[in-house]
């Protein structure tokens, strides 16, 4: 029997989610831009950079990346969602040193992976044949901490519903990048000249965007907050968040230990070009994080089931005619991209676009579940998906290069799409229970 909690709904929710339309559209806007800007960068790493020099690249930014978003996600979301719904509830608590001791967690909790996986890196001769190894660890774990300041500080304005302040910053970091990459195209092509010039514009970025919010986090507590370390919530959204963004950045590394730099390089070429088709997906769940956080949403089961169940209605035919239009175009627009370098990033973009439509198509499933609070589910179900796509790719990659790797990922990346819709319809359904 489907329970329907309808005290805590506001009377003007019709406005709220008009209020959250219109931040989606100014989100995706600018997010545009931030993809354009993207674009560039790609472009030029691609056209301007030896073999070696992109293959070092993309496994310094696939670690960068992973460590400055993924691993901290699990601080920088629960701090959104609690500041979300305490603006939501209009309780007029305000959250004190929240952000300062979010940002104090996540920079520790970076520090702390890259000490971890640096032996690991050298051992195992991670991208060793790249200058890669400890080196290329300690290199990205710099970069990753002010990537990750940078992102706690747009997470703030989403919580506050501030969304064209949040994208502009994501615009700023997107050029700061894309003058990195200028720098580096014009260097030694060393794993430092390489290293260097995104690390100090990364650090930049993160203290002048996240420097001002911690500053008034630290005056409205009154002094230095004390440092509250890890608690359940965090904890396993962090291992969601790390499995999640697994699924592109495992792809990277068994290709890095496996395949040849030619191949790491096509890899993550074809995977750049990925990151382009989902280019709304970054807006969408900013949006989805802070309107699931919403007191409507969080209270209201009905309206759980009837916000994944309708999107999908609504979003299969305009993301089915995208992605099969990326299908026919992918032959003619890539090697004007690359000058026909990496001529495998064809076949494997188009076979990564089946991921980009199912990713639409389940855009709200894992927000509604954090709404539940199925932390345990959501960390659960994308554990097992990226050891499954681990093995996977370990199992194909030297018979069937980047095609086999490409094939693997998208077929347990839909396995786990399905899974977390139905999950989140289902535990709607039933909505005491916790998982």
């Not at 890899?267 to 990151?275: D, H, K, P, S, V």
Request: aromatic fraction near 10%; include cysteine.
């Amino acid at each position: 029997m489907k329970q329907i909690v309808a005290m805590s709904i506001p009377a003007n929710s019709v406005d709220l989610t008009r209020a959250f339309r219109r931040g989606f559209a100014a989100t995706f806007a600018l997010d545009l831009v931030t993809k354009v800007l993207g674009a560039v960068t790609v472009v030029v790493l691609i056209r301007d950079l030896s073999v070696s020099s992109y293959a070092y690249t993309t496994l310094f930014l696939t670690f960068a990346q992973l460590a400055g978003s993924a691993a901290s996600s699990g601080v920088r979301t629960r701090y959104l969602r609690e500041e979300a719904e305490r603006i939501s509830r209009a309780t007029g608590e305000g959250s004190g040193g929240a952000f300062f001791n979010a940002l104090l967690r996540a920079t520790l909790l970076i520090i702390a992976v890259g000490i971890c996986l640096a032996p690991v890196a050298g051992a195992i001769g991670f991208g060793s044949s790249d200058g890669g190894g400890p080196k290329l660890i300690f290199f990205a774990t710099a970069f990753a901490i002010g990537f990750s300041a940078a992102e706690l500080a747009i997470a703030h304005f989403q919580a506050n519903r501030r969304f064209f302040t949040a994208g502009m910053l994501s615009i700023i970091r997107a050029l700061g990048l894309l003058g990195a990459s200028l720098a580096v195209t014009v260097g030694s092509g060393s794993s430092l000249a390489i290293s260097l010039p995104f690390i100090t514009v990364m650090l930049l970025v993160g203290t002048l965007t996240a420097g001002p919010i911690a500053r008034r986090s630290i005056l409205s507590y009154g002094g230095l907050p004390r440092l509250t370390w890890f608690n359940r919530e965090e904890m396993w959204l962090s291992f969601y968040y790390v499995a999640a963004a697994g699924f592109a950045y495992v792809d990277v590394m068994v290709a890095g230990a496996l395949l040849s730099e030619h191949q790491v390089a096509t890899l993550g070429a074809t995977l750049r070009y990925l990151a382009i088709a989902l280019g709304a997906i970054p807006a969408l769940g900013a949006v989805l994080r802070v309107r699931t956080s919403q007191v409507d949403i969080v209270d209201s089961p009905a309206e759980q089931e009837a916000m994944v169940l309708g999107w999908i209605r609504r979003a299969a035919l305009p993301a089915g005619f995208v992605m099969g239009l990326g299908v026919l175009l992918a032959p003619v627009v890539i090697p004007q991209i690359d000058g026909g370098r990496y001529p495998g990033s064809i076949e494997a973009f188009q076979i990564f676009l089946v991921t980009a439509f199912s990713a639409y198509l389940a855009a709200p499933a894992a927000s509604v579940l954090m709404a539940q609070r199925r932390y345990v589910t959501l960390a659960s179900i994308f554990s097992v998906g990226l050891f499954l796509n681990f093995v996977g790719d370990v199992a194909v990659a030297q018979q069937f290069g980047v095609i086999g790797i490409a094939i693997v990922s998208s077929a347990v990346f839909v396995a786990i799409d399905a899974v977390v819709v139905l999950s989140s319809v289902r535990y709607a359904l039933r909505p005491k229970s916790r998982a």
